[in-house]
């Protein structure tokens, strides 16, 4: 049981450029969200998806796009990339009450 | 508009006192409160969930307390040891599938 699991763990793009993060859970869970955490601002919800086939706007929608491909899965695509998308971002699934964390990716945009 | 404010921002002690980590958000109106615990680097790992219904709930060393009505919770953590040196944020799930979180509090327990 791996439970949330996200890829890359590091990447490294140029202002312009694309890349899709991707995220697993392994434990069944409807509800999935994208974070990002910024030094002093805590996490702040990007999107996030009540259930399969369904994807909401969070508090930072701005420059990224998602797909929730199926139960499991839930990527997020920056189409454009920005120098003001350099974060780390975090992946979460919920059960009823509690939410699990992936790893993270740690994204810089120069 | 709920936001959540932890203070202090960090905290240092030495090894074997006992410390309160503070939360407040601003909207009493929650489903419940949950801390976590970051290590550097790392993501974030569940300490304690307390639902709205509940006043505290307790883990180990760790006691979290809840009070709705002042839009207050605290972490107290016993007996602190070098291994709880970490950041601890709170994060408040106000219904629906939104969590706001706070921006944490880094502590640094000494040996």
């Known amino acids: 049981n791996a439970g949330v699991t996200q890829t890359p763990k590091f990447q490294v793009l140029k202002t312009g450029q694309s890349m899709t993060l991707q995220c697993a859970q392994d434990?069944?869970?409807?509800?999935m969200y994208w974070y990002r955490q910024d030094p002093g601002m805590g996490l702040r919800l990007i999107y996030y998806?009540?259930?399969?086939?369904?994807?909401d706007k969070g508090e930072v929608p701005n420059g990224y796009n998602v797909s929730r491909l199926n139960k499991r899965e839930f990527s997020l695509r920056l189409e454009s990339a920005a120098p003001s998308q350099t974060s780390v971002y975090f992946c979460?699934?919920?059960?009823?009450?509690?939410?699990?964390f992936g790893p993270g990716t740690r994204l810089t945009v120069t | 508009k709920q936001e959540v404010t932890q203070i202090p921002a960090a905290l240092s002690v030495p090894e074997g006192e006992n410390l309160v980590l503070n939360c407040s958000f601003t909207d009493s109106a929650i489903y419940n409160l949950q801390w976590f615990r970051q290590d550097p680097g790392k993501g974030l790992t569940s300490l304690l969930l307390i639902q709205s219904s509940q006043r505290e709930q307790t883990s180990g060393r760790l006691n979290a307390s809840l009070d709705k009505s002042s839009g207050r919770s605290t972490l107290y953590i016993a007996a602190s040891q070098p291994g709880d040196s970490a950041t601890y944020l709170c994060a408040v799930r106000a219904g629906g599938f939104k969590t706001i979180f706070g921006a944490g509090t880094r502590l640094f327990v000494k040996a």
């Open positions: 434990m069944n869970h409807n509800s």
């Open positions: 979460a699934s919920r059960e009823a009450y509690e939410q699990y």
């Open positions: 998806s009540a259930s399969e086939g369904t994807t």
